[in-house]
């Protein structure tokens, strides 16, 4: 016999369901997330006001018109985003049937993995807070189906929900979880992890997340200064670079059509020549952020390339599968190293190219400076640098759109702009002016958490700047936007834009990002950076690594044992302590186990003789069973027990068997 | 020795042949009620009070005039009212000029049997006269004490809806009764019953007394005596415990509370004819003792429910 489902669980069912969906729901469009929600609500206002149950109509129309719109905007139901709003959906199309204890199972269910597949878009603390919050509460919601299960069908009441009862059901929701914890942390560090993931990530799986692109028009990187996320994490083995050299560098873009620059395909290859180690070598660990694409970021010169990326001749670090999960990665850096002494024919062609009849006012002033500097590109360069200073350029996000001679217009119009502007506009008129130069872009800067020793690079520490290639010096970083803003190197970006944006960007805010980036450090580092490579180290550090594999199986084994069996005992001798020991009571619980298997489950809060009574509508020898239950009553709660009578007691039951009174009341319940 | 614990045993075993023709003639006054007749003969074993808490006309004062005609004491009826004194209830001392003393005229509570009617329309003075009596046994006037005859029991009657010129009892003197039970509208085949027979009235005017009120007080006596295994001692100690921490509560039951428990489900039992005291027996008259003795937080359920939900997850030990 099963109870029906309360009010109070249904409402918790719901309510962890959306608290579980929620951030799935920020992240799909608001008209389906609506749907979803009111879907939901509804079905708690059915609950609650008494209404009508959905009929198959409407339950019908729920369930195929979300499968429409989730054709209608994803065009599939493929991939993650598609998959797991489909998800959403179907659950919340559920809640319109759940009426009985199977379907708020179901429910429950669906919840943890609702909660699961979060992590396939981010692996980030909070969420990982937000959703161990979540299972307590569909732990809570499972715990309150199973109480709506074993208590006795009561008459139907028109009174409010006792609110109350699902508070401390929540209570117990989370001292599960809290129970979990150690067999969490075993399975944890000793199950064996692969080196790759089971499934691939699908390229552009992160939606929405910005990142620096390998290429770079007008805007780009502007988009980047908004989003305070952190790009990647750097320790150092020595001390840091000085701030005013932390330049990371990314994609090196050569091709401009007049609008846009990008790479060069010449630029895969590897380089010719690699700097050594020497003094003055930075040696440090970078753990990057998803950002699905390949690029990896490194100060200038890394000696070689880490596992799995490669070196390209422009002394870029490419992965060779996009970053989709955090990714560590070592680099060793020399500052003091020349690249490209001699630069190739072919190179250097490219090095000067720029689109025909572009930018004439740009041009006129670059022969203007060669005239002046005839032979020396140094000076010539300290002269623009030192124009850019003197006249009135200005570092700002407020810029005018460029049109077709964009060089020209920023460098003698608009004259405001940020460090993409200045790059181009600076390479384009070194160009002009015969001496190649390229862009790089990446990223300058970063915080230094002091306490915990490492640099934090946001994306809004993205920066583009320039590379001159200079005879006797290779290519040689030369940073326009220093000139104008030396603050913008200095202090970042932030601090060169300051006044510009609203309270959100406060002080306060930004102390307490950074605050809260070093706890996402360590978790980076101890939880989703411990990948198999790791374990292996930790284990070898145990000394456990040379075991063959069924061997560490069996200690994971004997170790989770270890955990759960004194837990189990201790949850075993806390439930069922007096039972275990009494003879009387083990003659009635395996009674209870056979009226269990015959499709009668004795309730919670039951006496023997309730059991009995109930029990016997169901079953043909039921008076048998109502006499048992009279005969252990007394025996227990009588004051004539005997030994022998509870030797007598043990013959008669174990004997017992229910009939079942036809086939079809097996397993009802 | 063994001759006097004979006869103890026929005397007892003659009262409670008594008890049980009581019981069936309350029951065929009151059709179709007989667990709630079982509950209001429990707390009179157990010597406590009852409150009967139902709409108008479902059989409230027919079922307390009943059980005090049967049980065969004094009975008195006292009709509350906003107007009603202390003194209507408990009785004056008037001066006699003959014997220059005062005399002690003992009101309508000196009996038995007393029936309160609609109890929450006096005031609270009047009220708790009667509630000071129920729980001393005695009533203290002008600085003389006079003892309540044995058996002492009250039945009183309120009416939950009517909330105008009502005055409700507080909650520490509901704790004087020791059960609070509804009857409830009659099942469609007691109702046609009740359409074709004779008029209530006519009935409780044919009712005999069927025992004493010594009878009862033998009674109570052996109930006192059931036995309580250890078991049902620790069930009744998990579900007060129960009261005091579930969420919803305000307060749980006090010691004052598990022990009229375990007098009411010593009563209980001896009304099944059994000499032991079964969980059932308690489960039983959880509900009705416990349930007026609650308060829930605001918006957090009615304490009946909370109760229900209480012996539905209290495993029975």
Redesign the interface.
């Known amino acids: 016999m099963t109870g029906a489902l309360s009010p109070t669980t249904v409402l918790l069912v719901v309510g962890a369901f959306l608290f579980a969906a929620l951030p799935h729901l920020a992240a799909m469009p608001p008209w389906l997330a609506l749907v979803i929600v009111l879907a939901a609500i509804w079905r708690a206002t059915v609950e609650v006001l008494g209404l009508r149950r959905p009929n198959w109509l409407i339950r019908g129309f729920l369930t195929f018109g979300g499968l429409a719109l989730v054709i209608a905007h994803y065009g599939t139901f493929w991939g993650r985003r598609a998959a797991t709003v489909l998800l959403c959906v179907m659950i919340a199309a559920k809640l319109s049937e759940m009426f009985r204890l199977r379907d708020a199972r179901v429910v429950a269910a669906l919840g943890y993995f609702l909660i699961a597949t979060q992590f396939l878009f981010s692996q980030q603390l909070v969420l990982f807070a937000y959703l161990v919050v979540g299972c307590a509460l569909v732990t809570a919601a499972l715990m309150r189906i199973q109480?709506d299960a074993?208590?006795?069908p009561?008459p139907v009441?028109d009174?409010?929900?006792?609110?109350?009862?699902a508070?401390?059901v929540v209570r117990d929701g989370f001292l599960l979880m809290l129970l979990a914890v150690p067999f969490a942390l075993v399975l944890f560090t000793l199950f064996p992890r692969l080196a790759s993931p089971l499934w691939g990530m699908p390229e552009n799986a992160l939606d929405g997340r910005t990142g620096l692109s390998d290429e770079m028009s007008p805007g780009n990187i502007a988009s980047l200064f908004a989003d305070d996320s952190p790009a990647f994490r750097v320790s150092f083995d020595g001390p840091p670079p000085p701030r005013s050299e932390r330049y990371w560098r990314g994609p090196v873009l050569w091709r401009f059509d007049g609008r846009t620059w990008r790479r060069l395909f010449y630029s895969n290859r590897a380089p010719e020549r690699t700097p050594r180690p020497g003094p003055g070598a930075f040696s440090y660990t970078v753990q990057l952020e998803p950002s699905e694409r390949r690029w990896l970021f490194s100060l200038d010169y890394p000696v070689r390339a880490p596992e799995d990326a490669r070196l390209t001749a422009d002394f870029e670090l490419i992965s060779k599968t996009p970053v989709t999960t955090l990714m560590s990665y070592d680099v060793i850096s020399q500052p003091d190293f020349q690249d490209s002494v001699d630069l190739l024919q072919t190179m250097r062609r490219f090095a000067l190219l720029l689109p025909e009849g572009s930018n004439p006012r740009t041009r006129a002033h670059a022969e203007e400076l060669r005239r002046r500097y005839p032979a020396d590109d140094r000076a010539l360069i300290d002269a623009v640098l030192a124009w850019f200073n003197r006249e009135d350029f200005f570092y700002s996000l407020e810029t005018a759109p460029l049109g077709r001679h964009g060089a020209d217009e920023f460098l003698f119009d608009l004259r405001v702009g940020y460090c993409e502007y200045y790059a181009s506009a600076f390479v384009v008129l070194m160009r002009a002016a015969g001496i190649p130069a390229r862009i790089v872009t990446g990223y300058q800067g970063g915080f230094w958490q002091a306490a915990d020793e490492y640099l934090l690079v946001r994306q809004s520490d993205a920066h583009a700047w320039a590379e001159v290639w200079l005879e006797g010096q290779g290519w040689t970083r030369v940073d326009p936007t220093a000139a104008v803003s030396p603050s913008r190197i200095r202090d970042g970006a932030r601090s060169a834009l300051s006044g510009s944006q609203g309270w959100l960007s406060g002080e306060w805010l930004y102390q307490l990002r950074n605050q809260y980036d070093r706890l996402q450090n360590l978790w980076n580092r101890w939880v989703l950076g411990f990948d198999a490579r790791r374990q292996q180290n930790f284990l070898a550090s145990l000394g456990l690594d040379t075991l063959p594999p069924g061997v560490k199986a069996a200690l994971l084994v004997a170790l989770a044992g270890l955990v759960l069996v004194p837990l189990a005992l201790l949850l075993q001798a806390s439930t069922n302590a007096?039972r275990r020991r009494d003879r009387l009571d083990r003659a009635w619980h395996r009674l209870c186990g056979r009226l269990r298997r015959a499709g009668v489950r004795p309730?919670?809060?039951?006496?023997?003789?309730?059991t009995a009574r109930r029990s016997a509508e169901r079953i043909d020898n039921g008076h048998e069973l109502i006499t048992l239950a009279g005969e252990y009553?007394?025996l227990?709660?009588?004051?004539f027990r005997s030994e022998t009578a509870v030797s007598a007691f043990g013959r008669k039951t174990a004997g017992w068997r229910p009939i079942a009174r036809n086939p079809s009341s097996f397993n009802q319940s | 020795m063994s001759d006097a614990i004979g006869r103890a045993e026929e005397i007892r075993s003659g009262s409670r042949r008594r008890l049980g023709e009581a019981i069936a003639a309350v029951n065929r006054v009151i059709l179709g009620k007989s667990e709630q007749i079982d509950l209001a003969f429990s707390a009179l074993l157990a010597g406590g009070h009852l409150l009967i808490e139902d709409l108008p006309g479902v059989g409230k004062t027919t079922l307390a005039h009943a059980i005090a005609i049967v049980t065969g004491g004094r009975w008195q009826r006292i009709q509350f009212t906003n107007d009603l004194l202390p003194a209507d209830i408990l009785g004056v001392s008037v001066w006699r000029r003959n014997d220059e003393t005062f005399e002690f005229r003992p009101g309508p509570i000196f009996a038995n049997v007393v029936l309160a009617d609609e109890i929450n329309r006096a005031t609270p003075r009047t009220q708790s006269a009667l509630l000071e009596a129920m729980a001393e046994q005695q009533v203290s006037l002008d600085g003389h004490t006079h003892p309540l005859p044995p058996p002492f029991f009250v039945i009183a009657t309120q009416n939950p809806l009517d909330l105008v010129g009502t005055y409700p009892l507080p909650d520490s003197q509901l704790d004087r009764f020791l059960l609070r039970i509804s009857l409830g509208y009659p099942a469609p085949e007691q109702e046609r019953a009740l359409l074709v027979e004779p008029d209530r009235k006519t009935l409780l005017a044919g009712l005999d007394r069927a025992m004493s009120p010594d009878d009862l007080l033998a009674l109570a006596e052996s109930a006192d005596a059931l036995h309580v295994s250890e078991p049902v001692l620790d069930y009744i100690q998990m579900l007060v415990q129960a009261t005091r921490t579930h969420a919803a509560l305000r307060a749980g039951l006090s010691p004052r509370a598990s022990l009229a428990m375990l007098k009411a489900a010593r009563a209980h039992a001896l009304l099944q004819d059994r000499e032991f005291v079964l969980p059932d027996d308690v489960k039983r008259i959880f509900a009705p003792l416990a349930a007026h003795r609650l308060q829930c937080h605001p918006n957090s359920g009615e304490p009946e429910h909370v109760v229900e939900e209480i012996l539905g997850e209290t495993p029975v030990p």
């Open positions: 109480r074993d208590s006795a009561t009441t009174s409010p929900p006792a609110a109350a009862g508070a401390s007096r309730l919670i809060g039951e006496t023997a003789l309730e009553s007394m227990k709660y009588g004051p």
